[in-house]
């Protein structure tokens, strides 16, 4: 069983309206295998654990993806979670003998959810083309929820100008981004799990702080135009980063979700 250091990133896993929809999509997209847990399908790349896919009870649920941080005592994050100023939308709950989950939101309202192993850890494939590799949310509350993150996971944090390669050096096309390292770690991007990106005026006043979850991919060029063959929307087209070529993407049911390929070495 896979280890996960505590606060890191551990699993992901995505709401649709359309369950055999979604595995049809996805299969193409990544090359994902699935098998049936209960109202669920656990996604397989090559054999191993990366996902899951789940139909949606409640149509007012988002169709989204959300990420798990891995936690050796699941009520102690939530007591917290309550005491940095988040909410907890679903207290811990046995997920058989997986483990034990519950659900929280940040101060700016960003989902997230702990996870405490039991039989399952989490991913047992990742930063591998087909499987996640990144995390980050997206808040225009930097200031609420900064202190709220290290308060919770006890991240290490570092801030990096995160402009694409060219961009002008002034205020306005500078990126505002915060890594996290796990807790007693050196802060850094060859430590970090995750992230916090600021959401600019650039977007539309309604796009609520969230949770953007990336993987791993061969060919992001690829990847978007497959995304696009097979109903889904390329949010923000492919460009190069510091850390190799990403772009911003929907299913065809809405969840989105970006994707990374890895610069050549």
Known sequence: MAAFAQSAPCWVDVQLPDLEAGKRFYGELFGWTFRPDGPRADALSGGRLVAALAAKKDG???TA???YFA???IKASVARVRAAGGQVITEPVPAGRDGVLAQAADPAGAVFGLWQAGERAGF???NEPGSFCWTEVHTRSKERVDPFY???FGFRCADVDDSPPGAPDTDEHRVDFRTWSPPGT???PDTAVGGRSVITDAFPAELPSHFL???NVADCDETARTVQRLGGRVTEPPLDIPYGRMAVL???QGAEFAVLQEPVS
Do not use: A, H, L, S
Request: hydrophobic share 20%; aromatic share 12%.
């Open 150 to 152: 290290e308060e919770v």
């Open 71 to 73: 936690t050796d005592d």
């Open 124 to 126: 047992r494939k990742q």
């Open 65 to 67: 993806w959300g990420v």
């Open 60 to 62: 007012r649920m988002p």
């Open 186 to 188: 050196e802060p850094g």
């Open 213 to 215: 979850n990336y993987f």
């Open 250 to 252: 929907q299913d065809d």
